[in-house]
């Protein structure tokens, strides 16, 4: 590893003792070694904080950085500012990556000097894996293509819910310059979905992409994963989202973005919505008020309004999306 690597990667820790080493090890077996890992414990109460410090202390490209919990965001702030590479990637401390990856991928922003490099990914479910790949042919993709093919179709493809691209940050490499315009702009209070708003910001801005067609990436699906927890907290996460999502990517200076974001907030909330309010529910919670207050959002009533219910997938859908756009919480509350 040179004084200033070509690669810094990132990689926040919070309680992940079981995949750690894996994560670690699929890193150091790198074809490409112009790298520095960066290592940010964030609040671990496992033995991430030791498994951290142990490998720190037996690899000079590895350094560990601890902090008070606050969240996977911050981590990742503060991960980017300690680290010195050109380029940026991220991993999650869960996953592991392929020993080809950064080689190829490093190679491809050499060569083109793409501002992003972006791979396919290999989603690990229990008893199954499935390749994630992207509906764009692979290639280096200047300004005027990406204008031309990518962005209008970069967060809705046409179906309810396919994504052009990928919200992820960790299959893709970042040129500095241009991540650090848009991470550190992301507010700490977004638990869930916060790699969204800096990855389509980032593409928006840069100047260049370049597309590899394998997947390197193995993403670990886990159903008791952060994602996969629901309460009332997600609501107000979701309105934090939806304006950084308007800031970020100012659909007024980019009306092409507009129609991709309705159809993207009425997504995330019927994604929220369902298991929130069932919980409300079997709490005894303030159903009705919440609900109205829910509905009433600018961010959700404008997107419910634009986007029609016949492109919504699946007849639930439709008829809780019906709800939310008519404020009817008494047929919402029966649906559920």
Not at 38 to 67: E, K, M, N, W
Request: charged fraction near 20%.
């Amino acid at each position: 590893m040179s004084a200033n690597p070509f690669l810094s990667i990132v990689i926040p820790v919070y309680n992940a003792e079981s995949y750690l080493p894996c994560c670690l090890d699929s890193i150091l077996a790198q074809q490409f070694t112009d790298y520095e890992v960066i290592l940010v414990d964030d609040g671990s109460t496992d033995r991430s904080p030791a498994i951290c410090d142990a490998y720190a202390a037996g690899h000079s490209q590895i350094h560990c950085l601890h902090q008070a919990n606050s969240g996977h965001t911050a981590a990742r702030q503060t991960g980017v500012r300690a680290s010195l590479g050109t380029y940026i990637a991220f991993v999650d401390s869960d996953d592991w990556i392929a020993p080809e990856m950064y080689a190829r991928m490093c190679t491809a922003a050499r060569d083109t000097g793409a501002d992003i490099v972006h791979c396919n990914y290999i989603s690990v479910m229990p008893h199954k894996e499935k390749i994630c790949g992207i509906p764009f042919p692979s290639g280096f993709y200047d300004k005027k293509r990406l204008m031309e093919t990518v962005y209008p179709n970069m967060i809705y493809f046409g179906t309810f819910f396919v994504f052009g691209i990928a919200p992820n940050l960790w299959n893709k490499l970042f040129r500095r310059s241009l991540l650090e315009r848009c991470l550190f702009r992301i507010p700490h209070d977004i638990v869930v979905g916060e790699d969204g708003p800096v990855t389509y910001s980032c593409m928006l801005e840069a100047e260049s992409v370049f597309f590899c067609d394998e997947a390197y990436y193995y993403y670990r699906s886990n159903d008791s994963s952060l994602c996969h927890q629901m309460d009332v907290k997600r609501l107000i996460e979701n309105h934090s989202m939806f304006e950084t999502y308007e800031q970020l990517i100012v659909p007024a200076a980019r009306p092409f973005m507009q129609k991709q974001l309705h159809y993207f907030f009425v997504y995330q909330s019927l994604l929220t919505f369902v298991p929130v309010f069932r919980s409300i529910r079997e709490t005894s919670g303030d159903f009705r008020r919440l609900f109205l207050e829910e509905c009433d959002n600018p961010y959700i009533r404008t997107a419910f309004k634009a986007v029609p219910l016949k492109d919504i997938t699946g007849l639930h859908n439709k008829l809780y999306a019906a709800c939310i756009r008519c404020r009817l919480s008494g047929l919402f509350k029966l649906l559920l």
